[in-house]
């Protein structure tokens, strides 16, 4: 121990009142006398104590904390890095850095640690309660006692989603140059999102039903899904749905074409329990009727338990998907990263997969890791046994201001305690940093706590449950193929495909025909064409000929009426005129002679005079009686 303690110890050991001199202890003890009083009155701090005083936080303060995060991790709510320095922020009332973070976990690397955390959905972890789980084994424990059930009639069915082309992660070996060069750190994948749904079914006796598989797709199964199928080593089911998905007719389907048909014989009348979890298309009217009807005993999981209570969640299904990563990644190996089409090749790697997990001692282990079977609902609750209950602190603390710091709490202490180098003070002095640090922490909880509870709050809504119609018939629509059945549908497929391509033959020879047909018509459309075209021409042309007869004949006509007009003009004017019964006119007018056409040949006639007019060149005709 140091001196100086030593000598301190000492004083504080003498009987209150004795005398005492600070020169004599420190000769004894061999320590300086001023140092000494000064440690002593609480004036002066060993350098251990004024390096603990400068700290952000001093050991009793890390203390609660690592205590406060060792509650976190029971309550499944393991804090990270930054939250870490989130407490001790609000602790410190001080913004801390990376680096003291990492100090700090180095410090405490006794009691804490960090990890890769899996997660678990809050509502799984709420539903973690052994009250439940006991109401739940209770239940099952005496139905099954109830109706005398035992491995051979109980049943766990469950679905379990694969995206084809995508692997879970696993640990490789890689080349260091290669990995720290950065040029190759991760490893090829397929990358093929489409979903296929697997609904499975073990029994506590060590067998399990043959898998349904149900595609992602709606034009029905497609062959090359299903070229490796082989009847008689393959037991496996097909279907498709839109999305992938399990719907409420497959799964009344599935009960009713592959659960009923393996179990019926093996029950002999006897009752069948079958375990599963509470999905919408395993609760339909339909569903529970045909069970009622087929002395089928269905037992529900409570909400979000079956990462604890079922046997294939619990055991199977880790495997077989780390079964079929290794698969699909020895396909991807020997293809040398040219991935096959995802839907063709599924098949055989989940094959591979299936068998290499669905053993009968698994199968069984899985039944007794749940407590089904055997009956032990111990093997599930023990795990509760070991809960730590949560710390109560001091009600009192809440009410603190959330200013206070270490440093007003010292200056506080100092005022009331006249020596604080005295054990009592001491202990005072760590528990009010306990409660301080406790009144941190729990207010920054409760403030989070009120957060969310306003936001759930605000973002509550009300949810209806749908009214789902019941089918008219009871049979499900849905359908699932054996391998029997899908070789049937194969060779229906081929007759179909030889029917369809006699059809499009005959189609051609039709399409041949009608061709000719049409040509034949366009030839005899032209040759018409063409002979209208002529007699037209010949119409034009015969037209053309009548129009310049009639301009000939009505030349000529023409003519013929000019010869008798200038006749009958010649006619006229030689004619005798009656005498007038009055005098002529003083000046009459001068005519022309006009040579009558028979008269003197080849001289042309006189032209008639024209017709006197008025002043308004109207012709002035004389009365009839003159002319004659």
């Known amino acids: 121990m140091d001196p100086i303690q030593e000598a301190i110890r000492y004083i504080e050991s003498r009987e209150p009142g004795d005398d005492f001199s600070y020169r004599e202890v420190a000769r004894k003890y061999g320590v300086d006398r001023t140092t000494l009083s000064r440690r002593h009155q609480g004036k002066r701090r060993s350098y251990k104590a004024q390096a603990e005083h400068q700290r952000l936080l001093n050991l009793q303060q890390e203390l609660e904390l690592v205590r406060y995060i060792e509650e976190l991790t029971r309550r499944g709510l393991p804090p990270t890095r930054e939250m870490v320095g ?14 003291w ?5 180095q410090r405490h690397a006794d009691k804490l640690t960090t990890k890769w955390a899996t997660s678990i959905d809050r509502q799984r972890h709420e539903a973690d309660s052994r009250e439940k789980y006991e109401a739940y084994f209770n239940t099952l424990h005496t139905k099954m006692r109830e109706y005398d059930l035992d491995e051979r009639n109980t049943y766990n069915m469950d679905e379990e989603g694969f995206f084809v082309g995508i692997a879970s992660r696993s640990k490789r070996v890689f080349s260091k140059a290669v990995y720290k060069e950065e040029k190759r750190t991760q490893a090829i994948k397929d990358g093929n999102r489409e979903w296929v749904t697997l609904i499975a079914c073990v029994c506590a006796s060590g067998e399990a039903l043959p898998p349904a598989l149900i595609y992602q797709g709606s034009s ?3 062959s090359t899904w299903v070229n490796d199928v082989e009847v008689g080593k393959h037991e496996v089911f097909f279907s498709n749905s839109p999305s992938g998905w399990s719907n409420d007719d497959l799964g009344l389907a599935w009960l009713e074409q592959v659960f009923n048909r393996y179990t019926t014989a093996k029950a002999r009348q006897r009752w069948r329990l079958l375990i599963l979890d509470g999905h919408g298309s395993h609760i339909t009217k339909d569903f529970l009727n045909f069970c009622d009807a087929n002395r089928i005993l269905l037992a529900i999981f409570p909400p979000h338990s079956t990462h604890s209570l079922q046997p294939l969640d619990v ?5 077989l998907a780390k079964h079929y990563t290794t698969a699909l990644n020895r396909q991807l190996q020997q293809s040398q990263g040219h991935p096959i089409s995802a839907k063709k090749a599924f098949f055989t ?14 199968i069984r282990r899985s039944f007794e890791a749940t ?7 111990q093997r599930v609750l023990k795990r509760f046994n070991n809960s730590t209950p949560r710390r109560d602190y001091d009600s009192e603390t809440s009410h603190s201001s959330g200013s206070d710091t270490r440093r007003k709490l010292h200056n506080l202490l100092d005022e009331l305690v006249e020596d604080r180098a005295k054990a009592q003070a001491r202990e005072l002095l760590r528990r009010v940093e306990a409660l301080q640090v406790n009144n941190k922490l729990l207010r920054e909880e409760n403030a989070g706590l009120r957060d969310a509870l306003t936001t759930k709050k605000k973002h509550k809504k009300k949810r209806n449950t749908l009214d789902l119609q019941q089918r008219e018939e009871y049979h499900s629509a849905g359908v699932f193929w054996s391998p029997r059945k899908l070789r049937e549908a194969e060779a229906r497929e081929a007759t179909r495909q030889r029917e369809a391509e006699a059809q499009q033959l005959q189609k051609l020879q039709d399409k041949e025909l009608k061709a000719g047909a049409r040509l034949y018509k366009k030839k005899q459309a032209e040759a018409a064409k063409a002979a209208r075209q002529e007699a037209a021409e010949e119409r034009r042309k015969a037209k053309k000929a009548r129009a310049s007869e009639v301009a000939a004949a009505r030349a000529l006509r023409k003519q013929q009426r000019e010869a008798a007009t200038s006749q009958k003009s010649h006619d006229t004017a030689n004619k005798a005129k009656r005498k007038a019964s009055h005098s002529a006119a ?7 002679r006009v ?20 002043t308004r060149t109207r012709s002035v005709r004389p009365p009839s009686r003159y002319s004659k």
């Open 86 to 99: 989130n407490f001790a922020s609000a602790v410190a009332n001080w913004e801390v850095s990376e680096s």
């Open 101 to 105: 973070i990492t100090r700090f976990l």
């Open 220 to 222: 029905g199964i497609q």
């Open 315 to 319: 055991v199977l299904f880790s495997p």
């Open 349 to 362: 790697n989940f094959w591979a997969a299936w068998s290499s997990t669905m053993k009968p001692a698994t």
């Open 371 to 377: 407590g089904v079977w055997p009956i032990d609902a």
């Open 586 to 592: 003083k000046n009459p007018t001068k005519r022309r």
């Open 595 to 614: 040579v009558g056409a028979a008269s003197q040949a080849g001289v042309a006639p006189e032209l008639p005079p024209p017709p006197p007019k008025t």
